[in-house]
């Protein structure tokens, strides 16, 4: 049976915690001991406990002076530079929460980014949205569009290859691992990466195209959103 994890905070009743003080620091001890032995380093562990005189040690206090005492002659850049305290291991944990709580953050907005574009697909309009849900929404549409016309242009390279060569290239695909796609780069403006016409990609490239749909959403009923959309997106994604 696997044991539970341990939560590390302050253990309230007395009795526990000497306990938990008594077999922590007696596995601690022995872990020393067999590190020293299994890898012939100079180790030693001393451990004070508040009720207590005199301090737990391994190995016995003269091999734990000698080793000490050989620590001291090192170089202070030396002794410090492993050297951790309660202090900086607690930096290092706090600096590893907000590296996480960033990511999380990141995570939840494109969450809350793509929910907003499924809305617009079903009719909302976007009047209430700042100018950073905007520009985060306008890179997205742009990234999936993308996707879509590269698909599409992998799509038809299938279609127009011979039959044969068609089995070969999948007999390559199925024993070569397929390498994962780079990620799309920030909005720096649309570009069309499949040349379907000069009418399309000047369709494409038109800077405010997406601002157009979001205003004839927000201007139109829900019965005319397919044609809005329609007259407004490039003529090649309905075909």
Known sequence: MARSKVRLSWIVNDSTRRATLKKRRKGLLKKVEELSILCGVDACAVVYA???HQPQMWPPPPDT???IARFRKLPEIERTRKMINQESF????VSKLVEQLRRLHR???EIGITKLMFEGLRGRDFDDLCL???????????TKLRMIYEK?????????MPPRQLAATATE?????PAQPPAPPPPTGWSNPVNHGQQAVEAVQQPNWVTDVMVNWSQQDSDNLLVDLTTTWPATLFH
């Open 50 to 52: 508040p009720n207590e």
């Open 65 to 67: 002076a000698r080793i």
């Open 90 to 93: 607690l930096h290092q944990r």
């Open 107 to 109: 995570e939840n907005h």
């Open 132 to 142: 950073e849900d905007a520009s985060a929404l306008t890179w997205m549409v742009e």
């Open 152 to 160: 599409r242009e992998e799509v038809s390279k299938r279609l127009a």
């Open 173 to 177: 695909t199925q024993q070569t691992p």
